[in-house]
Each structure stands twice: as structure tokens, then as C-alpha cells.
């Protein structure tokens, strides 16, 4: 029997019976509160400690050799049992289900039932334990049972998995960065407690080679653990779901820390960014997301929404950020087309006023006049010829206006598709179908391939050439041109006539603008048209006296 009287013998002895009796009622506790992810393990975790903490004090105070050995073996399975458990816990704190299986638990429980069998038995055989001396030292009286051939080998094997469980611990801190920096410290932290006093007991430092100083530290080690689950409350879902939410998230989730660089990505967000992105300034790898300026931003032709959500640790010190891109391609597509249908609505519409107004005025002047010059000629007594070419000219204007509508009809209409189109080509095509009389073309640099519906483009500029000829002579001369800009190509063509007046420039696509004896509608075809492609189009002054006008906003073809 231990010396009770001795100072050391009755610390330890108080240190054992207060760590047994917090490590039995703490695990009492733990056990209502079990539902938390890890709750169970380390409920038993401490049980286990606890009890093993007192029946080492009856080893301890017993007068009795076979009251200790009684005590030995009866410690021996709640030992064998807690690293397993530790390992258990670790699985359950990183979310790791995958791996906390019931055929893996059994596994990993196998070697420490076998040990405990070997150790139950060992008085025949000695594989687990040597001998059951008692052994004298200082005022301690304890039974010494040295260690055998499969009690070295558990006792590697309970290293090792103690050593497994904080690499989980660790992979848990890498995959969740600076918000769980604490929480996963103070797990580890207290793993040290048994791992060192096994160490303290089986290395001699000096003191009291038979006195085993883990059973107090599995205890310490458990109260870490509990602090770790129930009072820093990390177990919630953010952690145990992060594998099997985040991870399979199809939106990309992007965490900085509070320094501005990339801490993690799940495989969604690095399909998006560069291999090398973690580790990364977030204002380098990905501007546009830090800066917020643009809203939805676009990455490889996809658009995505941010949501920047700050993370605190329990502090409320601020840790970082998290940025979730919402994908908003389909959105965006459904809107742009909604936008486009509303603007072609908004088109036939005028177009429809615009038939009115031209069926109803335009046409109706010169079909007067017409039967006004027939009336004329049928009731004429002498030369009718006059009046006939009267009614031939309303007719020549009625067939212009009855053109231009049907063109009017056309030109406003979406464009569905568009092809690779040679400017220079098209306007050359244009030139030598129209009558220009004396009038003289000039190219300057119009070798671009831009992106159009062939046709529409060809109408526009022949609209432009017509009103070039029509209102600055037939020996005008004509400059086509263009130039690279931000948003693509801008087509220029200019003439040398008289050229329109600042306060008219905003009017004459307006349709029935005319500032000459025109059907104002050849303009106007050319503003529907640069707005079907999403074109602009604008008169602009040139270095020559005359008209020009610039249309900006064409898409190159990428070489």
C-alpha cells in the first residue's frame, strides 16, 4: 500500500479522484447533449477517462495486491477503447462521414479487443503484460506488469492513432482556414496532454518510474475536446456539411482571409480560376470580384452574381470574406432577350404609327395630285401632256413611298443571325448596283470582317449612298472608311456636299424627315437597322465640308 501520510501520494491520489468525478459527470453531461456532431464520442471519451482516473486512485490507496491487479484489468478495456474514440471524434468534428463508417469503427477497434483479451489472459502467457509485481518507490506501492510484445505493438498502434486523428484535425484547418484557427488549436492542444504524460510514464525522467501519469491527462485532454464542441460551439452545419455542400456546389465559393489573398476554392470556383489562385491577392487572381464595380461580372463568357458575406471569428474579430458567385448566364440571356423583344415591340409599334401617317398623309397628297392631273387631262380641251406628266410624277412618288415602307418593314426587325462580313466587299457590292452617275467612291481602310446580317448591312450603306447622291449632286464624292475602337469598328461614310445643319442632326433619322424633296424614310431605315444589330448611329463632322455618318459599335470578326 502507498504511503498515505506522504504529500506526493495524496496529490496524486486528490488529482485522480477529482479527474475521475469531472470526467464521469462532464461525460454525463455531454451524453444529453450527444445530437452535436462529435457530442457522443466525446461523451464517451470522457466516461472513459474518468473511470479509468479512479480506478487507478484504487490502485493507488489499496492495501491489497489483488485489489490493484482487479483494478488493472478492469481499467484495461476503457483504455483500449479511448483512442479509437479519439480518432471517431476527429471524424465527426471534420465532417468526414465517409470515413466514420460502422465497418471502419469495427476495424479500428479490433486491435485495441484483442489487446484487452491478451492483457485479461496475460498471467499465462505474457505477450500483453510480463508480471504482476508490486513494486516499492519512494511512497508508492504500485503493480508493475512491464510491457510484452503485443503491448509494445498497442501501444505504437495507440500513437498512431492519436497521430491519424490530428492529421484530420490538421486537414480540417486547411480545408476551413483562419475562422476555425481557434477551435482546431484548442483540439490539438489538449491532444498533447496524453500523448506527453505516455511519454512521462514510459521514459524514466527521474521521479516515480511506476507512476502512470496519463489517466489524469485523458481527462484534461477530454474537457478540451468538450470545450472544443459544446462551448465554442464548431460543430455546426457550416463545418460538418463543408464537404458535402460546398464541396458539390455548382456556384463557386471563393474564402480570403483578412489579408486579401485566396485562402480556399471549392472545384467549382477553381474550374473558373487559375491553378495557382490559392494563395493568391484576390485584388491579382480576380479583380473584378474585389472591386465590385461591375454587377453581374463576366468570366469566360459567363455571368455570375457576387454575395460577400464577412467572416468573424467568435470574437468578432474580422477574419476574411466569403464571396459566392451565383451563375445568372440564363438570367442574363432571358433578360437581354426579353429587352430585345420589348425594343422590336417598340419598333413595330412606331412602324405601325408610321404606315398610318404615310398611308394616311404620304400617299394621300400624291394621289390627289395624280387624280386631280387626270381630271385635268380628261377634261382638257387642248394639250394634255402636262397634266399626264403630273400624274405621272405622283405616281413615281407614291411607288418610292409604297418602296420605302416595304423596306421600313423590314429594317427594324431582330436579327436572329449574323455572318462574317467583308465591309469593303459590301460596300463595292452597293456602289456598282446603284446609278451614281458621275459621283466617285473612295476606300480608305475598310478591310475589316465584322459580324452582321449581310443583307441588312449592304441596305444601310445604300441608303447612305443614295442620300449622298440625291442631295449633294451627282458629282459628289463619296469617303468610306473606318476605324478600331473599345467596343469594335466604327464605319464612316462621308460625302462633300452641303452637308446638315447641328440643330437638324438629332432629327433626320426621325422617319418623315426630310430636308429635301425626300420620302424621309431613308434615313430612318438606316437608324432601324443599326438598332436591330445593337449598332449606334450619329451624324458627326468631318475635316471635308459635307454629311457623315459614323456607325459604331460593329463587331469584329476575331482574327
Known amino acids: 500500500m502507498s504511503d498515505p501520510s506522504a504529500l506526493p501520494v495524496q496529490a496524486y491520489l486528490l488529482a485522480c479522484l477529482l479527474a475521475g468525478a469531472v470526467g464521469i459527470l462532464l461525460g454525463r453531461v455531454a451524453w444529453t447533449e450527444r445530437e452535436e456532431a462529435g457530442g457522443l464520442e466525446v461523451s464517451l471519451y470522457l466516461g472513459c477517462a474518468g473511470v479509468v482516473a479512479v480506478l487507478y486512485a484504487v490502485r493507488i490507496a489499496s492495501p491489497n495486491p489483488l ?33 466514420r463508417t460502422e465497418r471502419r469503427l469495427v476495424a479500428l477497434s479490433t486491435p485495441s479487443f484483442l489487446w484487452v483479451l491478451l492483457a485479461w489472459s496475460s498471467g499465462t502467457h505474457g505477450l500483453a503484460r510480463r508480471a504482476f ?46 475562422r476555425y484557427r481557434l477551435q482546431t488549436f ?92 490559392v494563395g493568391e491577392s484576390l485584388s491579382t487572381a480576380f479583380p473584378g470580384l474585389e472591386s465590385g464595380d461591375e454587377h453581374p461580372i463576366t468570366i469566360d463568357g459567363r455571368q455570375f452574381d457576387i454575395q460577400e458575406d464577412p467572416i468573424t471569428d467568435p470574437r468578432g474579430t474580422d477574419r476574411g470574406h466569403v464571396f459566392l458567385l451565383r451563375d445568372v448566364t440564363a438570367r442574363e440571356r432571358r433578360q437581354s432577350a426579353l429587352e430585345r423583344r420589348e425594343r422590336q415591340l417598340e419598333r413595330q409599334n412606331e412602324r405601325l404609327e408610321d404606315f398610318a401617317g404615310v398611308v394616311s398623309h ?32 405622283a405616281h413615281e412618288r407614291m411607288d418610292d413611298l409604297i418602296e420605302g415602307l416595304l423596306s421600313l418593314a423590314t429594317a427594324g426587325k431582330a436579327v436572329d443571325a449574323v455572318e462574317p462580313v467583308s465591309i469593303e466587299a459590301a460596300v463595292r457590292t452597293v456602289w456598282s448596283r446603284l446609278e451614281t452617275g458621275s459621283a466617285t467612291l473612295v476606300v480608305e481602310g475598310a478591310d475589316e470582317t465584322v459580324r452582321a446580317d449581310g443583307d441588312r448591312l449592304r441596305q444601310l450603306v445604300g441608303n447612305l449612298f443614295r442620300n449622298a447622291v440625291e442631295h449633294a449632286g451627282e458629282n459628289v464624292t463619296v469617303r468610306v472608311r473606318t476605324e478600331r475602337t473599345d467596343d469594335g469598328v466604327a464605319l464612316r461614310i462621308a460625302d462633300d456636299g452641303p452637308g446638315i445643319p447641328p440643330e437638324e442632326r438629332d432629327r433626320v433619322f426621325e422617319r418623315g424627315v426630310s430636308l429635301a424633296d425626300g420620302t424621309g424614310l431613308g434615313l430612318a431605315i438606316v437608324g432601324d437597322i443599326a438598332d436591330a444589330h445593337g449598332w449606334s448611329v450619329r451624324v458627326v463632322d468631318e475635316a471635308a465640308a459635307g454629311a457623315c455618318f459614323e456607325i459604331s459599335g460593329i463587331e469584329v470578326v476575331s482574327e
Not at 505493438?153 to 500513437?159: E, I
Not at 481527462?219 to 460538418?240: C, I, K, M, N, S
Open 67 to 99: 485489489v490493484m491487479i482487479g483494478a488493472l484489468q478492469a481499467a484495461t478495456p476503457f483504455l483500449a477503447a479511448m483512442p479509437v474514440l479519439w480518432v471517431a471524434f476527429a471524424f465527426a468534428y471534420a465532417g468526414r462521414d465517409e470515413w
Open 133 to 178: 509485481e508490486p513494486v516499492v518507490e519512494g511512497p508508492f506501492t504500485l503493480v508493475e506488469t512491464g510491457l510484452g510484445p503485443a503491448g509494445i505493438a498497442f501501444l505504437l498502434y495507440a500513437y498512431g492513432l492519436y497521430v491519424a486523428g490530428i492529421l484530420v484535425i490538421v486537414d480540417l484547418y486547411r480545408r476551413t482556414g483562419n
Open 362 to 393: 404620304d400617299l394621300r397628297n400624291p394621289l390627289a395630285a395624280a387624280s386631280a392631273a387626270v381630271e385635268l387631262a380628261r377634261h382638257a380641251d387642248g394639250d394634255r401632256d402636262d397634266a399626264l406628266e403630273r400624274a405621272a410624277d
Open 186 to 277: 484548442v483540439a490539438l492542444l489538449g491532444t498533447l496532454f496524453p500523448l506527453l504524460a505516455g511519454v512521462a510514464t514510459v521514459v524514466d525522467f527521474g521521479s516515480y518510474p511506476t507512476v502512470d501519469w496519463t489517466p489524469a491527462a485523458f481527462v484534461v485532454h477530454g474537457v478540451f475536446l468538450y470545450g472544443v464542441v459544446f462551448w465554442l460551439g464548431t460543430l455546426d452545419a457550416a463545418v460538418v456539411a463543408r464537404d458535402t455542400a460546398v464541396e458539390v456546389m455548382q456556384d463557386p465559393v471563393i474564402v480570403a482571409g483578412s489579408d486579401g489573398r485566396i485562402r480556399d476554392l471549392n472545384p467549382a470556383a477553381e474550374r473558373i480560376l487559375p491553378d495557382d489562385a
